[in-house]
């Protein structure tokens, strides 16, 4: 089902209370106009215009709460009223309320009024606009209004128009609509596309579950592997979507790339999902050194005594320590590549641990690595948003992708929290005279 908006007599409901008789003019003015009662608008129009100016200033200048009666129209899609205000008062059809900027034509688009719509482009309204970067393709995807997005690509809406918010397709993705999904699929989209390098609609669509979107995404091209640590597999077998399994298996999913802690897709199947999951991954998995007892009823045993020792503080504790050890002596030998490993085998115990994302971060940006190093900076700096290290981190790797505008800006927030760091300034003077040249 679409999403629904609140409609405007709930709304001024809420705002106002339930007895009409005691709502001032103007808003009865906009529930006339969204009931499509002409008499009535004209009556309370002339109530309002106290001055003599006339039902055309008087409709088009006055609104409550930043609506005007021409939006109201638009949002319950009532022609008669509509067709009064634009052809015979000839009123503004671009004219945008005053509380979100949003036109008729975006108004008409929310509420999902395409008879609206048509109405309003045939006399001129524009669709290619911009609404507090908000386009009318981003709400329609928003709403899961298929008709409406074929209809605005028809008029020559872009699918991939610039926003300030997330892609229509992520958008489609993240609200489960798989009509809009595949709209903008056959019209291009990219099924690969990421916001801020961490997110991409496969990712989505597994996190929410939706196993159509899932399906297009696929069908057309979607990196079943991920990218950086993110593993569309190991995401799904800790949610346990059996057929998202089968359907990322099948598209030649990689069943050996680790999470970001490095836990295999078998084995969170086997601490998060079903029994049908293990068994799925278990022919296509490599075999695990740790597992001493290689078949489905051992993996499960090895994961289960895992989770057992995790709940132990005590071990937990030492092993984590073990593993930092080990992977600091593997970093003091310019060994990173093992370094990174023991750090990830220490993510396993310990998934919370910023020092050991900064860590590893250094080692990706050693082994030449800047988006793995970024990730890792990001996730740091996420557990500890007042670490200045978390910063430097996130510098340095948008250093080593000469995003030097980003760079500086890590930096500067990062020497807020330790402006002592020498280094750190140091970085940020280059990343100033890096960026404007």
Request: proline share 5%; charged share 25%.
């Amino acid at each position: 089902m679409p999403r629904q908006e609140v409609s405007l007599p709930d709304a001024f409901n809420l705002v106002l209370g339930k007895d009409w008789d005691n709502w001032p003019p103007e808003a009865g003015l906009l529930v006339a106009a969204y009931y499509g009662d002409i008499r009535r608008l004209k009556e309370i129009a002339k109530i309002i215009d106290t001055e003599g100016k006339g039902l055309h200033d008087t409709l088009a200048n006055t609104h409550f709460l930043g609506t005007y009666a021409l939006h109201a129209a638009c949002d319950s899609g009532c022609m008669p009223v509509l067709q009064y205000l634009v052809k015979d008062l000839k009123i503004d059809i671009n004219k945008a309320d005053t509380m979100r900027g949003f036109t008729p034509v975006m108004h008409a688009v929310l509420y999902g009024n395409l008879p609206a719509l048509r109405f309003l482009v045939d006399h001129g309204a524009d669709v290619h606009g911009q609404h507090k970067g908000l386009s009318l393709f981003h709400s329609a995807a928003e709403g899961g209004r298929s008709e409406i997005a074929k209809f605005l690509l028809s008029k020559g809406v872009r699918i991939d128009a610039e926003s300030s918010l997330l892609t229509p397709l992520l958008i489609a993705t993240y609200r489960g609509y798989p009509s809009i999904v595949e709209i903008l699929l056959e019209r291009g989209a990219d099924p690969n596309e990421r916001m801020n390098d961490e997110v991409s609609p496969l990712i989505i669509a597994l996190k929410h579950s939706s196993m159509p979107c899932l399906k297009l995404l696929v069908q057309a091209g979607a990196d079943v592997n991920g990218f950086g640590s993110y593993s569309p597999l190991a995401k799904a077998a800790e949610k346990g979507l059996t057929e998202a399994i089968k359907c990322l298996l099948d598209a030649g999913a990689n069943p050996n790339v680790p999470d970001t802690f490095g836990r295999l897709p078998i084995e969170l199947a086997a601490e998060y999902g079903t029994w049908e999951d293990v068994e799925l991954l278990f022919p296509v998995t490599s075999k695990i050194p740790t597992v001493a007892d290689w078949s489905v009823n051992g993996v499960i045993s090895h994961v289960y005594m895992e989770v057992m020792q995790l709940e132990d503080d005590e071990f937990v504790k030492k092993k984590k320590s073990e593993l930092k050890r080990q992977g600091a002596d593997a970093f003091s030998k310019e060994d990173y590549l093992n370094a990174s490993v023991f750090y990830t085998q220490a993510l396993k115990v310990d998934q919370f641990d910023a020092t050991l994302f900064s860590n590893r971060s250094l080692c990706w940006l050693r082994l030449g690595d800047g988006k793995k190093a970024l990730l890792d900076a990001m996730k740091c700096k996420n557990l500890r948003p007042k670490w200045g290290k978390a910063y430097y981190r996130e510098g340095a790797a948008l250093m080593f992708l000469k995003d030097y505008d980003s760079a500086y800006d890590a930096f500067n927030r990062g020497l807020g929290f330790d402006p002592e760091s020498e280094e750190m300034e140091k970085l940020l003077w280059e990343a100033m005279d890096l960026k404007t040249t």
